[in-house]
């Protein structure tokens, strides 16, 4: 079978006015912002600690390559502070490296787009920096480096050494397909050559409780062509959740059914796995190596498992945001349709795996459903992570938020109606920082014969095809223009969006396969087509029992929301007419409405009809929210 590959976001160049800005702001705002977060100099923001750490690990590793002797310090918490540790120890949580790592990563793809003389410069320093804090062995992490070199892999379950090694090692592939430095690079292949000497055929069979080392190791093997990545990658997920559970092994308990690792999903054989469970964060990260590792070994049970996990998510699993993950508790996925909107977790980093996910499987099944959860993530829970001037950022993505609630309720103190300046837990900033930035990734898959165009914007790129030049009015009119100079026949695959009712094509397509029109293009051809994004009123699958008796409003790509500047107190007063008379007005819809009269003081009493006064409401993009201060949000509305 053939498979598709990214068009790279490399030869990639986004002329968007929406997505250039975004990108664009990424590059001026949230990179430099972040350096300076992981140097903890945020005012009034959570310490990092970051680059602290790095620093000092290279102090003691000096130390100790001249013989002198170092402290050790604990190593059984997950997280570290000055009020609570020694100061000399590390601080902030285990996984603290991979902010560094992600951030590398994020300046890697920033520079595919905008050559930098500057910030590569910073970036090579902070690498000078993270490579001197690699030990003799090849070994790279603060946490254990600082703390007690002789716990290194002791905790595969809980401690993330794996975690930090896959950021590491995307972190160092990006910046090398940037820059072609291979600095980090290499030092990371060290590191990947001693987690294969540990973990391969003859070694431990240990995998990690956070998973990301199995994608990663699936890049290494398709940067360097070195096999032995991808067979550690596979090795990892062939061993997850198969008895004696390594977990077990790894702390001499012998657990057996009692503790099940449903968390880590690591519970049962990934193959025999039929629905997301567990950390959702986790879970698409693995998803995403199972499907690496499945395009790349042929390994059709692997794929299917992918397929039905990606189904059980997007069918069952998914708010409408594209956020995934319904509870704080283990910040995971719950039961299927139990998707609560104001105690929503939808954290930014899961949403982010989900994209990861959708583009592995679109590459292996030319199916648009994958890039249409794409767009849904992209265009709504992960835009929504940013606030529009790239400073703060939000790391649970709820559908409804009350201020109040969110201070006088613990089961809701996860949801902050504001985003954060940065996070003691700072997973979610670079993430968000380093999709973005890779934006152009997403957009084009191809194979030998055919283009694939999954997602539309204003974009110029070159393929062994074509040139092509795309003019997108995709999300205000639906126009998409494309400029087509062929270097040789080929077949164009354009994406049907789910939410188009009605589309045109200029040409006419050949055939028209699981939401892909296939075009084909012998020669130079212009192609406009028009996929008329309409105002939508969107119900839910009735089993979510939260939204029964209420809908969404959508147009296009993005999903709309209510806020309280626009539209007052207690949101869910409000009402959607049958009749709504929708008009775009700016950035905003509005619809006719009714907000119901609270005319009585009882808090019971004898049922009467509602009294209700017409209004207009006045919807706004939902990843806009939160832009103008605190306020009560909601995406459903009564109807
Ligand atoms: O554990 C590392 C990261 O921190 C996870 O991906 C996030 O959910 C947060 O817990
Ligand atoms: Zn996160």
């Known amino acids: 079978m053939e498979y598709s590959r990214p068009v790279s976001n490399n030869s990639v160049k986004i002329t968007d006015s929406f997505w250039k800005e975004k990108i664009d702001l990424i590059k001026k705002e949230v990179i430099p912002y972040q350096w300076n977060a992981l140097n903890d100099r945020i005012d009034g923001a959570e310490p990092s600690y970051c ?45 603290q490296d991979s902010d560094l790592t992600k951030w590398i990563e994020a300046v890697g793809y920033s ?84 987690i294969c000497e540990k973990f391969g055929e003859n070694g431990m069979a240990g995998y990690g409780g956070h998973e990301i080392a199995e994608m990663a190791l699936v890049k290494l093997y398709e940067t360097t062509g ?36 449903v968390y880590n999903q690591a519970h049962i054989p990934v193959r025999e796995q039929k629905e997301a469970v567990g950390h959702a964060v986790r879970a ?15 390994d059709t049970k692997l794929f299917n498992a992918c397929k039905t996990l990606f189904d059980n998510i997007t069918n069952k699993k998914m708010y409408i945001t594209g956020g995934i993950g319904s509870t704080k508790d283990g910040e995971a996925f719950t039961f299927d349709y139990d998707l609560p909107n104001d105690l929503a977790y ?17 590459q292996v099944d030319f199916d648009s459903k994958y890039a249409a959860v794409m767009e849904r993530c992209l265009c709504n829970n992960i835009l929504a992570g940013m606030s529009e001037d790239g400073k703060s950022f939000f790391y649970v993505n709820p559908l409804e938020v009350n201020p109040i609630a969110c201070r006088e309720d613990s089961r809701k103190n996860h949801v902050k109606p504001v985003r954060q300046k940065w996070f003691d837990c700072a997973c979610c900033p670079p993430n968000i920082a380093r999709i973005i930035s890779d934006y152009g990734e997403y957009c084009f898959t191809e194979t030998n014969s055919s283009l694939f165009i999954n997602l539309y914007q204003s974009s110029e790129f070159t393929t062994d095809k074509a040139d092509i030049e795309i003019i997108s009015d995709y999300f205000k009119s639906g126009e998409v223009k494309f400029k087509i100079k062929t270097k040789r026949p080929f077949t164009l695959a354009l994406r049907i969006p789910e939410w188009s009712n009605k589309y045109t094509f200029s040409i006419n397509y050949s055939f028209v396969k699981k939401g892909y029109a296939y075009f084909d293009i012998p020669c130079n051809r212009e192609l406009t087509a028009n996929f008329c994004p309409e105002i939508r009123i969107i119900k839910c699958n009735p089993n979510v029992r939260e939204n029964i008796g209420k809908v969404a409003v959508a147009r296009g790509a993005f999903i709309y929301c209510l806020e309280e500047k626009d539209n007052g107190k207690n949101l869910h007063l409000l009402r959607l007419s049958h009749k709504p008379e929708f008009k775009i007005e700016g950035k905003f819809i509005t619809a006719n409405g009714y907000r119901e009269q609270n005319i009585e003081n009882a808090l019971y009493y004898e049922y009467t009809p509602s009294e209700e006064e017409p209004v207009r409401l006045k919807f706004i993009p939902y990843f806009k929210w939160a832009n103008r201060g605190e306020n009560e949000m909601s995406v459903y509305i009564r109807y």
């Open 51 to 95: 680059m602290r750490n790095y620093r000092l690990a290279c102090e003691i590793l000096n130390k100790r390559k001249h013989g002198e002797k170092t402290p050790v310090f604990p190593t059984e918490k997950w997280h570290y502070s000055p009020k609570e540790d020694n100061e000399n120890s590390f601080f902030g949580w285990v996984f």
């Open 111 to 194: 520079l595919q787009n905008h050559p930098d003389k500057e910030l590569e410069a910073l970036a090579d320093g902070a690498i000078e920096v993270l490579c001197s804090s690699q030990a003799e062995n090849g070994y790279i992490n603060s946490f254990y480096t600082i703390n007690n070199p002789d716990k290194a892999f002791s905790n595969l379950r809980d401690h993330h050494e794996l975690y930090c090694f896959g950021h590491l090692a995307e972190g160092a592939v990006s910046y090398y397909n940037a820059t072609g430095k291979d600095k980090l690079l290499k030092s990371v292949c060290r590191f990947a050559d001693l």
């Open 226 to 261: 070195n096999d032995r990545y991808l067979n550690a990658a596979r090795l990892m997920i062939d061993r997850r959740g198969t008895r004696p559970y390594y977990f077990d092994v790894e702390r001499n308990e012998n657990s057996g059914d009692k503790i099940n690792y």
């Open 284 to 298: 698409v990260y693995l998803y995403s190596g199972m499907a690496d590792v499945a395009r790349h070994t042929n």
């Open 346 to 362: 939808a954290e930014s980093c899961a949403s982010i795996g989900l994209v990861f996910f959708a583009r592995r499987m679109l």
